[in-house]
């Protein structure tokens, strides 16, 4: 199979990210390549809306999407914002082939490589480190999930504010105020009475 | 090796626990066998203090535990109970081996089956199944947490309360009131309000 240079450089970004974690080959590599395919997405259109389900789990190359809730009430709930080198998709819709309930679009321009579930099942069977990469990152998503729900049930709205700063450094600039309120479960206007007397918190 | 005809039942309930998603042949589980031990606390011992490492993942055979972190304020946060054919332990200090900031508690007599780093490491090498079966298990503990932040952040108490029913259905009679009212973020007073009117919610 052929590949265009640009699709060279986004496989490159998925391996590296893989090769943090697990080895692989060039056959292994190929095996992926064969099993997904890129996608891309320009600002403001959806990976996933609410009701539909989630038929790929998608690697961020390029760009941030944002994943939310609307509950009964109207109020939105921003769960994760994915950029390079996360995840994005609802993996419960995608296991179970179930109607999702969250939105995700994108904040940005963005490119994923793409995986069906199909996909991702004959590649666990082919490359094994593909499976051992993703216990790896989901052990990591679990922790990170638990931490973020210890921190949401104990924690002052700075120390939510500190960890998220600390948890997407770069992303500040990326998405507005009101995503990160909803976020962090705090209105606009306390967000921005913390963001002006915050200080980075040491060491947490 | 030779097993007592107790272990060997011990053994069983993992086994069982394990094929629900993945095969396993005799040497499989023989592998298994070798690279945990049994063991079991009285009520009110701990299976992990906080400021300790987590040396291990743990298989719940039988009892319950409660995994909890006191906040700087004193205030306890239930995080976990675990009962028969869950896992206890802290993930992030078994795989980091840095000190926790949990506490793992008996609520009841119980009886684990222990893995260490190490073990779990070589067994996953030795018996892929095993990795295979801890990926499907993180995926529906990540799922499990997401949904558990989404509830606190956007759920009523009464939601909350049914959401932990439903997740925890036979647990009522084992933990006490204060206990479930921690794990919900909500004071005592407000759940046995809440109990007194609970009628299951349907379908959700």
């Known amino acids: 199979m052929l590949y265009s240079k640009n699709n060279v450089m986004i ?3 998925l391996f590296t990210a893989i090769e943090q974690h697990v080895p692989l080959s060039e056959i292994e590599k190929n095996s992926i390549r064969s099993y997904s395919v890129v996608k891309k997405f320009r600002k403001h259109q959806y990976l ?51 109607p999702s309930s969250y ?5 940005e321009d963005t490119e994923v490589i793409q995986f069906t579930k199909t996909g991702l099942d004959r590649l666990y069977d082919e490359v094994p480190m593909v ?43 990326r998405v507005t105020n009101k995503q990160i309120a909803s976020y962090l479960g705090i209105t606009p206007e306390s967000l921005s009475r913390i963001r002006r007397q915050y200080v980075l918190l040491p060491n947490s």
Chains 1, 2 share one sequence.
């Not at 939105?103 to 904040?107: F, G, P, Q, S, V």
Request: with cysteine; hydrophobic share 35%.
């Open 48 to 98: 996933l809306q609410e009701g539909n389900i989630s038929y790929t789990e998608n690697f961020v190359v390029k760009g941030c999407l944002r994943s939310y809730e609307v509950n009964e009430k109207g109020q939105e709930h921003v769960i994760q914002f994915s950029v390079e080198d996360w995840w994005a998709g609802d993996l419960l819709s995608f296991l179970t082939e179930q």
């Open 131 to 173: 499976e051992r990469y993703f216990r790896l990152l989901l052990q990591n998503a679990y922790i990170a999930a638990s931490d973020r729900l210890l921190s949401t049930l104990s924690k002052s709205a700075v120390e939510k504010y500190d960890d998220f700063i600390k948890k997407y450094p770069h992303i500040e600039m």
């Open 103 to 107: 939105n995700i679009d994108c904040l």
């Open 11 to 13: 496989y490159e970004k």
